[in-house]
Structures are given as structure tokens and as C-alpha cells.
């Protein structure tokens, strides 16, 4: 079980003992783009989910607040996304799922188990942000060694399904103690995801506040034997 800490913007802090992680997945607001974009991936040899939006189970300790991502090999990349988490109260922040993409054309569960769910150490009380979540802008940017940065997500919240509808449609799964992850929204074409550095945020244009993360990805010793 992981134990997350989050400071809320009155300079309060709130601990959440995770019992339960979710990731949606294919969760653009818009389905028909969703269809295309999973055509696509098929063709990569990706499953394709047998319903969308998807919604996947990880296991609760890979949920983490941490500097440094360890990975097996170097195909492996993060995706900015919102995460709800359920304490006392709802709490949203910004969150980077970080997936094994050669596991993924053999399971998107699997490759979603073999990597992280980094985790803002910053939160908004969702009550508080609710009427204007299609504003907040999310970002995320990588970095290969000591190059610059390059942006390769910006999207409005819009671009994902909201919070309600997981809170409408899956109201059994969000006890205390959950955390789901949005899904992601698009890449910027061209840029290359297999980073050594991933950093993410999400902006409210309202109040001006942002929540943000980022993380070294360290490749693990090759195994023995």
C-alpha cells in the first residue's frame, strides 16, 4: 500500500493510503475520435480495448510521489493526465502514467502494471475547481540528457471525459483510498517520447495556481542470468 501526502492551497496537507489504482484509458471526450485512434494503434499491433472508454486495475503501490522512474529497457515513456484522488475529500491533481510501450502490444493492463503512476505532491480540492475544469490546461515535456526541454502534450482538460462521468459511471469503484488516472491526451507529432525526463503540470488559468511533477527515468542493471 502506498501512503501519498498532498499540500492544498490554504497550506493545509492531506495523507491518502492507497488501496485501490485505476487508469482510464481512451478517454477523449470525443469517441469518434477515440475509434479512429485506437484503428490506428491496431495497426501497431496494440489490442484494441473491447469497450472505450477502457478501465484498467494497477496494482495500488505503483502509485508514487517520486524524483526517479526505474525502468527495464528504453521503450518505455510517460502520459500527462488528471488524477482523482478519494480522501476525506476529492482532490484532483496532475499525474504521469509511465508505461512499458513493449509490453503494450501484448497487454495495455500488463504494460500499465510495469511502470509507475507519478503523482503531483501538490492538490486542488475538486469542489473548488469543478466549474471551470475544461480550462485547466495540461502539459507535459521531455528532456534526453542534458538537451533542452521539448513540449510534447497541451491539451485543455476539455480534451478528456471529466471526473463526473467516472464519479456517474463508476460510483461503486471511488471509495477512499481510490486514485484514478484520466487517460492521456495527444502527443505532439515528431517528438520523441523515449525521453530520459518527463516533467508535467496542470495550469489554472482561473486563480493562477499550477501543480506540477517531474522525474528522471533510470534505466535498470541489465539481468543476470
Same mark, same amino acid.
Given at each position: 500500500?502506498?501512503?501519498?501526502?498532498?499540500?492544498?492551497?490554504?497550506?493545509?496537507?492531506?495523507?491518502?493510503?492507497?488501496?485501490?489504482?485505476?487508469?482510464?484509458?481512451?478517454?477523449?471526450?470525443?469517441?469518434?475520435?477515440?475509434?479512429?485512434?485506437?484503428?490506428e494503434?491496431?495497426?501497431?499491433?496494440?489490442?484494441?480495448?473491447?469497450?472505450?472508454?477502457?478501465?484498467?486495475?494497477?496494482?495500488?503501490?505503483?502509485?508514487?510521489q517520486?524524483?526517479?522512474?526505474?525502468?527495464?529497457?528504453?521503450?518505455?515513456?510517460?502520459?500527462?493526465?488528471?488524477?482523482?484522488?478519494?480522501?476525506?475529500?476529492?482532490?484532483?491533481?496532475?499525474?504521469?502514467?509511465?508505461?512499458?510501450?513493449e509490453?503494450?502490444?501484448?497487454?495495455?493492463?500488463?504494460?500499465?502494471?510495469?511502470?509507475?503512476?507519478?503523482?503531483?505532491?501538490?492538490?486542488?480540492?475538486?469542489?473548488?475547481?469543478?466549474?471551470?475544469?475544461?480550462?485547466?490546461?495540461?502539459?507535459?515535456?521531455?528532456?534526453?540528457?542534458?538537451?533542452?526541454?521539448?513540449?510534447?502534450?497541451?491539451?485543455?482538460?476539455?480534451?478528456?471525459?471529466?471526473?463526473?462521468? !467516472?464519479l456517474? #459511471?463508476?460510483?461503486?469503484?471511488?471509495?477512499?483510498? *481510490?486514485?484514478? $488516472? /484520466?487517460?492521456? @491526451?495527444?502527443?505532439? =507529432?515528431g517528438?520523441?517520447?523515449?525521453?530520459?525526463? !518527463?516533467?508535467? #503540470?496542470?495550469?489554472?488559468?482561473?486563480t493562477?495556481? *499550477?501543480?506540477? $511533477? /517531474?522525474?528522471? @527515468?533510470?534505466?535498470? =542493471?541489465?539481468?543476470?542470468?
Amino acid at each position: 500500500m502506498a501512503e501519498l501526502t498532498f499540500s492544498l492551497p490554504d497550506g493545509s496537507s492531506t495523507t491518502v493510503a492507497v488501496t485501490r489504482l485505476l487508469n482510464g484509458g481512451y478517454a477523449g471526450r470525443e469517441q469518434d475520435e477515440v475509434a479512429a485512434h485506437v484503428a490506428e494503434l491496431a495497426e501497431l499491433g496494440v489490442p484494441a480495448p473491447k469497450v472505450t472508454p477502457a478501465l484498467y486495475p494497477v496494482a495500488p503501490y505503483l502509485a508514487a510521489q517520486v524524483d526517479e522512474v526505474p525502468v527495464q529497457h528504453g521503450r518505455t515513456s510517460g502520459e500527462a493526465e488528471w488524477a482523482l484522488v478519494v480522501g476525506e475529500e476529492l482532490l484532483l491533481t496532475v499525474a504521469c502514467d509511465h508505461t512499458d510501450r513493449e509490453l503494450e502490444v501484448h497487454g495495455v493492463a500488463w504494460s500499465k502494471n510495469a511502470g509507475l503512476d507519478v503523482l503531483g505532491r501538490g492538490a486542488w480540492r475538486l469542489a473548488d475547481v469543478e466549474d471551470h475544469l475544461d480550462r485547466i490546461r495540461l502539459r507535459a515535456w521531455v528532456r534526453h540528457g542534458e538537451g533542452p526541454e521539448e513540449l510534447i502534450q497541451d491539451s485543455p482538460l476539455a480534451a478528456l471525459l471529466a471526473p463526473s462521468y !467516472w464519479l456517474e #459511471e463508476h460510483s461503486e469503484l471511488l471509495v477512499p483510498g *481510490t486514485v484514478l $488516472l /484520466s487517460g492521456t @491526451v495527444a502527443m505532439v =507529432p515528431g517528438v520523441d517520447q523515449f525521453a530520459t525526463h !518527463w516533467r508535467a #503540470e496542470m495550469a489554472d488559468p482561473v486563480t493562477g495556481e *499550477t501543480i506540477d $511533477l /517531474s522525474y528522471a @527515468v533510470r534505466r535498470m =542493471p541489465e539481468p543476470i542470468g
